[in-house]
């Protein structure tokens, strides 16, 4: 790792996954991380965010005197409405998503694999856990897009070849940002299509559980 | 037309008895029956069942929830999509009691317990979702192909009470929620046999228009308002605290 | 029958089985003659009807005057609302039958039967039938009452002691109010609680077809 | 944004094609799509499966409905609450049809027919409901025991189209419907993969309360304006001329 190595901020990560939206697409945005994505839509495309709560079509999160305490996103954090908005009940809102009208849920991950495997929502040996909407998502919406660190708190990888954790879906990964560079499971290996600025394919190799496979045009990870 | 509202918080969770099942709504701040909960917290039955999303948290600013039931050891077992808090640092009195076993928790997906409690309302004992199939979470459960894909069989949830926050309600509990305070509360509504609701603002029968209404008051019991709400807020928001961004 | 034996108009049938009503209950109207007991509501209590569509607590039918076509009842005829009135959808409104909230549930019928059952969509020999919302108010309503004439056309009695037309659902009936009296399905037989002015209970039992059985105290409809 | 209205009826029903399978919402005459159901029977598509509460009438005062479709012979198969009059001296043409086996009409109970099209638009592929247990309809069905009694299991309904009419629309597919005119209307838009839409009235995006909409847009894929009915209903409504009484 050269000296200009540094790894991407959250809002980058966020900013870069939320470029992949395309125009029309109905988006979940998972608690924690992904949540930051609804402060980075692409300005030219129409993208409608869905949350679990019910809310349909809200936009940026809100600021200290926009927020009111009656619209929060699904990590309970408060948002502005966007004028194509409609509110439904929890009940309606995951109709939505099992009936596969989600284009992507961005969701965080404690660990994925190269199977398409991921885990979010139970730490080995830790009795109970949250799962939330995660397990409603990863089933129902068209892809899955995940946003985490590349490594633990202990430098251990979190992309695997097999997951160790319980986990919350199998075989839906489609994509995988971390703060190392943009991935694709492909079922043995991860490709990595972009990498942060100032690393080499080895030291990501290095703190990657799984074959790394960089694409023949990789490229830095730009917004 | 007799009124279904009562005069205090006590009075409406009067007659919870030590066993009692209870549906509590709220997803984040929005819609949270905290007066109730609290009015419960007081009223002091045990031996409860919590069906609600999460659970855990107990809060530092006075306010009483669900966790603080649980702290206190009135609470036998929950069924809830979150049974641990995110960060494995943040240990919540569920977690302890749950690692001591002296609480069961169900941990269910939150898709699947909205369904549960949609489907208890809607009188289906049981139904078919694809959430879950091949994690632990429904290992033992009934599973089945329908079109080539494999579900798993989910059983309804029903309760003896549901503890409802709304914006707007009129005398007969007719209830309106405002923007994401509706969450679980219209399907919990339906899903239990007394349903207690608290009110920001209580207004005459037959001002709030029948298309705009959100639950019917044939699904609620008793009705209570919130003193000094008056369509605002009276606790603080703390997720509003925390999270919004202080920008230009 | 003696020259003042008269059938009871269906107003009437209606009127009597509408002042079985009990306050606070909820009500569902069934298509044909019930629905014209939302015009005989007993004054004194308050009397919630339901309808299939999802109007919950309309009132009594709508003259030419005060109809509008945005107002039906189970029948799909104009009614009024009243002012705890709401709107739910077609999935919910039979969610409120299903999870046992109506009090009541009045149908219309081919036939019933001293064991309960009744009959009430398909004549025999003829494909097709129309259930409507039958079969969902006869197992989800806590009791049924029927409104049907004695005898059909031909003369043949409609109260019998087994039905012959397919079934909408078995042993759910409490109460059967014909042209000739009030009859409660008692499993071998029907109790006659009250008969039409001029009729005895020969002249009922010869148009019935399971065995009668006054009660002691047997008066004549009045409402 | 980009806008979902199109310029007429003929318009909406355009690309239908044989062999679709099309919900129909209405009870009655409220929330009846005449106008799109007249477009669908000039549009010329044939081999329809129909999923409604009825469908045999044809009126004479020149309103086409799902009946006249039927006389056609443009549709193979009927899923209805009613698939005959309640009168059997008064036939409808599914009726000669289905003697002559020349239509397959399944007959449903209407809640378990509302429910299926609700699991179709939930992603819920069966579920179980005690309605029709010991009559001919659920012969042949699989029942189960819950908590004591005897349930049929019940699968979803999914279909191509639903033809929706609302009251107000926003030009995103967000819809508003006036009292009973809601019905079938909010299920059978989210069971289906195309819903085209009439409306009597488009307004502006962001001038309905996102709390009144009551079909989110995210369900709608066309809507179109019903010419001359600015709020009122075009068509004179049979119903109301036949039944509303004449009172003083």
Known sequence: MSNSSKRLTRDLMAARIAAEFKDGWIVNLGVGMPTRCSDFLPEDREVILHAENGVIGYGRNATVAEATPYVVNGGAQPVLLTPVASIVHHADAFAIIRRGLLDVAVLGAYETAANGDFANWRINGRKGGGIGGAMDLAVGAKQV??????????????????????????????????????????????????????????????????????????????? | MRSKVVGSFEEAVAGVENGSSILVAGFGEPGTPHNLVEALYKQGASHLTLIANGAGQTREDGVITMGNLIEAKRVARVILAFTA???????????????????????????????RIRAGGAGIPAFFTPAGVGTEVTKGKEHREFGGRTYVMEEAITANYALIRCWKADSFGNLVFRRSQRNFNPIMAMAADCTLVEAEEIVEVGTLDPDLI????????RVVSIPDAGGRLEIPPLSLQKTAKNRP
């Open chain 2, 85 to 115: 808090s995110t960060h494995p640092s943040r240990k919540t009195p569920l977690e302890y009691l749950n690692e001591a076993g002296e609480i069961e928790a169900q941990i269910t997906p939150q898709g699947t317990l909205a369904e």
């Open chain 1, 145 to 223: 897009f995940l946003l985490l660190e590349h490594t633990t708190r202990d430098g251990l990888p979190r992309l695997l070849e097999r997951c160790s954790l319980p986990l919350t879906a199998s075989g839906v990964v489609t994509l995988v940002m971390t703060d190392l560079g943009l991935f694709e499971p492909t079922g043995s290996s991860f490709r990595l299509h972009e990498i942060a600025p100032g690393f080499t394919v080895d030291d990501v190799q290095q703190l990657t559980g799984a074959p790394i496979l960089p694409t023949p045009d990789l490229r830095e990870v730009t917004i």
């Open chain 2, 214 to 221: 959100h639950t019917s008051g044939i699904f609620v019991q």
